[in-house]
């Protein structure tokens, strides 16, 4: 079992930068593929980025690929979000989830874990 909490949500300004945390719980974290998906209202949420635990290949969708990066700590069973140069289209919550298997993935159905959510405004 593991559950995730996300922070670091909030209001931006466009063209700022925020950083979100995923805390995971659980002896295993680091045997998992971890991943942040978005919704934003009237939206269907959507792949946002992901990374692989056995190598730390990392994928991205195209609309954040060069401003957003993913990282993970093992030590601390967390996984981050850093997200620069931010659009308002970007306004949305963000969830991240957690995936038992080596390789990443962006088909949401793999993903045995999820967050709460934080809330992500970027104000034009």
């Known amino acids: 079992q593991v559950q995730l909490v996300e922070s670091g949500g909030g209001l931006v300004q466009a063209g700022g930068s925020l950083r979100l945390s995923c805390a995971a719980s659980g002896r295993t974290f680091s045997r998992y593929a971890m991943g942040w998906f978005r919704q934003a209202p009237g939206k269907e949420r959507e792949f946002v980025a992901a990374?692989?635990?056995?190598?730390?290949?990392?994928a991205y969708a195209d609309s954040v690929k060069g401003r957003f990066t993913i990282s993970r700590d093992n030590a601390k069973n967390t996984v981050y979000l850093q997200m620069n140069s931010l659009k308002p289209e970007d306004t949305a919550v963000y969830y991240c989830?957690?995936?038992?298997?080596?390789?990443?993935?962006?088909?949401?159905?793999?993903?045995?874990?999820w967050g709460q959510g934080t809330q992500v405004t970027v104000s034009s």
């Open positions: 990374m692989a635990w056995s190598n730390g290949v990392t």
């Open positions: 989830a957690a995936a038992a298997q080596s390789t990443w993935t962006r088909r949401e159905n793999l993903y045995d874990y």
